[in-house]
């Protein structure tokens, strides 16, 4: 490690009162960090906490190590900190990014530039910015100087920045957390000294231990390279390699709907799971390719079918299958990919006590899915718009869309060995998450039609809009989906369907912290 540049910030700053809530001294800070690393390992906690439970366990950590509460804010940053320490130890420092706030600067004397995206330092030796940008950037760390700037989560996103070293005052900080617990990004952040938005200051060498800190566990999994393999998995030309010759126009039509477009969400989701608890990242072993070809084969079985039951006429911005083949062999083929989800689960290659899980998985989350249907289907058979009650409807989306995500999971889960609690966790979060996204399609008015909540919630509580409920209860049922999320010890599983749940839903969207571009 090259010696670090002498700590300046202290040097050069004005004396300033510290904030409400932070610890004014180095060794206060010291001494709450080592409670906080302490009740941690203690509590065996797993990110990422929502706030509510990050604040609830500071208070109950405070209390137990009577310290003032005055210390409430300061310790949720280090608290978090000390449950994703070993995590952000293991990305590669070339995946990582540091977030520097403009504020670090002196602004009398600053030479940077300055433009919506951040601060260009020239390095003139006035301020740590420039020796942090420096020496994180030969580290491999992508930087930033800045606060509140969409590159940040759009970086975060698009695969580049897997774990992210960020330094802000308490109130940003506080601001971020929600849309770093729900994209569950692992970080390390540090609060500034004091208040203000000038000439602040921080403890540079807790910055720097963060810089360096590093471990041999690996990167943990990178979902955009998943993604992309799975992506791969589904042209036309990779479908005939995996399966070889077709075997007649049933199957070359079977084919033709697997390539179909789609999100691949159930079986990037079967790898991911797989990949969070092996612990083994890079290419997929032939064995868990099969699995998720299943999963699809399920999943694209499961529209044709549906299609035929809602008569609808396009899917994809194509015609159905039963609207150009007519609904004999559009059945014939939904049958047919079942039969080789089933036959490929079976074939994976996995030990003979995990392909019976698997297969007693898949043909549970078969029969729901049909029994929410066929619960639809009868509610639709008077020929009018049926009103059933809010708790119905509830129970029949619960059941014909979280088999899908529930199966997805488990048959990652399963093959990669997983216990009863993780199967148990992984089924509430999917019962939730089924609820809350057939909700957000009604309120999409993507009914396609089947039930929607809507007109049931407007007989039931006439005196409320029904838009507002519907509302309210997809953001019950999101809370209720992480809560199930705490059962699970698994950092990257638990990390992976936290972002999953918030890509779905699209709550990542602009941090709204403070925008220094604008002073």
């Not at 996995?350 to 289907?377: F, K, T, W, Y």
Request: net charge negative.
């Amino acid at each position: 490690m090259p010696d670090r540049p002498q700590n300046r910030s202290q040097a050069v700053r004005p004396s300033r009162q510290a904030g409400a809530g932070i610890p004014p001294t180095a060794q206060q800070r010291q001494d709450l960090r080592d409670t906080c690393r302490a009740y941690a390992a203690r509590n065996s906690l797993t990110p990422p906490l929502p706030l509510d439970d990050l604040v609830r366990h500071c208070r109950m950590m405070l209390a137990e190590a009577d310290l003032p509460g005055a210390y409430e804010e300061y310790a949720a940053v280090i608290l978090s900190n000390e449950l994703w320490r070993a995590t952000v130890a293991a990305v590669p420092m070339n995946r990582r990014m540091l977030l520097l706030p403009q504020c670090l600067r002196l602004a009398a004397s600053c030479k940077a530039d300055i433009d919506p995206i951040g601060l260009t330092c020239r390095r003139c030796g006035g301020c740590a910015i420039g020796d942090f940008e420096a020496e994180a950037q030969r580290l491999g760390y992508v930087t930033l100087v800045a606060e509140g700037s969409p590159v940040v989560m759009s970086l975060i996103q698009s695969g580049q920045v897997q774990a992210v070293v960020g330094v802000s005052c308490l109130e940003t900080l506080r601001s971020v957390y929600p849309y770093m617990e729900a994209a569950a990004v692992p970080g390390v952040a540090l609060p500034l000294l004091q208040d203000g938005c000038a000439d602040t200051s921080l403890d540079e060498d807790w910055l720097w231990e963060a810089l360096y800190s590093s471990s041999d566990a690996g990167g943990g999994i990178d979902l955009q390279a998943l993604r992309a393999q799975v992506d791969g998995w589904f042209t036309p030309a990779a479908i005939d390699e995996f399966f070889g010759s077709a075997c007649g126009p049933a199957d070359e039509l079977a084919r033709t709907w697997l390539a179909r477009a789609g999100k691949r969400w159930r079986p990037l989701l079967t790898v991911c799971a797989a990949a969070a608890l092996s612990g083994r990242g890079g290419e997929a072993p032939q064995e868990l390719r099969t699995l998720a070809m299943a999963v699809e084969c399920f999943h694209k079985a499961s529209l044709i079918h549906d299609d035929i039951e809602d008569a609808d006429a396009s899917r994809y911005g194509e015609q159905t299958l039963h609207e150009s083949h007519g609904v004999p062999i559009a059945l014939n083929v939904g049958d047919l990919l079942l039969g080789q989800g089933y036959r490929l689960i079976a074939q994976c290659g996995a030990v003979p006590e995990r392909i019976a899980a698997m297969l007693l998985a898949a043909s549970n989350g078969h029969r729901d899915l049909c029994l929410g249907q066929g619960r639809e289907l009868a509610a639709r058979s008077t020929g009018v718009p049926p009103t059933l009650p809010v708790s119905d409807i509830l129970e029949i989306h619960r059941m014909k869309t979280a088999p899908a995500f529930q199966v997805a999971l488990e048959l990652g889960a399963i093959y990669a060995g997983a216990g009863d609690d993780v199967l148990r966790a992984l089924a509430s979060y999917s019962r939730a998450l089924g609820a809350a996204y057939q909700i957000h399609d009604d309120l999409a008015d993507e009914a396609d039609g089947g039930l929607s909540i809507l007109p049931s919630l407007a007989a039931e509580r006439p005196t409320q809009d029904p838009r507002a409920a519907a509302e309210a209860m997809l953001t019950d049922f999101k809370r209720q989906a992480v809560e199930a999320l705490g059962a699970i010890a698994n950092v990257a599983l638990k990390g992976l369907c936290r972002r999953v749940l918030a890509a779905i839903f699209n709550d990542l969207g602009r941090m709204g912290c403070c925008d220094d571009h604008s002073r």
